[in-house]
């Protein structure tokens, strides 16, 4: 793991670098490229690219807008979007169950997608007036999905094979799990059994481990966020 200083070949993964150079910042969609890849098993190289400050090279030979992830695979295809690094890896496994695509993904996609919208406002708000409504916003999202997770056979959000729901939610769950207590002396997801049976399944994967980066970093970049200079 290194910071990138040029094209690194096939089989690279570039995603946002934290504050810490070598190391992965808060950017959900490279953490869901990551968490894809390695629980998949599939042998990458992952580089670390200062967004802030853009190599010419990535906008000039990875990808023109200038975003991460892109990954690069094995036969030099460059993919530039999360969704499709996800489709390319079940294109990879055949065998397996595939991350996307299984009954019951479109349901489950809409309510993971009002937790995404909900869950950031809430937990980078420091305004003590408007805490309650974005709080109350969240809970009602994570209350619809523990309540449908009362007839999914669990552990995970789709059954007891991961799904491309649970690597979008998994960086969110990780920032609500230690960084509701953190900043805001709450654990919300701790508010719904269901929901937290399927979160410690997640963050327990070997997937996960390999993907995540450390709580130092989380706090770090969620203060800054909290905190705009």
Known sequence: MATADGPGGNSVLYVKEG??????????FCF?????????????????VDLNNKPSWFVEEL????????FVTPDGTIITESEEIVEWCDQQKPEL????????SAELKELCTAI???W??????????????KKKTLMETLAALDNHLETCEGPFLLGKDLCSEDLRLAPVFW????GGPYFKEYDVISEFPRLKAAVVAILS?????AACYTKETLIQCYTALRDPK
């Open 205 to 209: 994967t070997e997937g996960f481990k």
């Open 32 to 48: 869901k490229a990551s968490f894809a890849l390695f629980a998949r098993g599939i042998d990458i190289k992952v580089l670390y």
């Open 116 to 118: 995404f919208k909900s």
């Open 97 to 104: 169950p595939p991350y996307s695509g299984r009954p019951g």
């Open 175 to 178: 920032v609500l799990s230690e």
């Open 19 to 28: 504050p810490t150079k070598g190391t992965l910042g808060n950017c959900p």
């Open 120 to 133: 950031r406002p809430w937990i980078v708000n420091t305004s003590p007036e408007d805490d309650d409504s």
């Open 63 to 70: 990808n023109p807008k200038g975003t991460a992830p892109v």
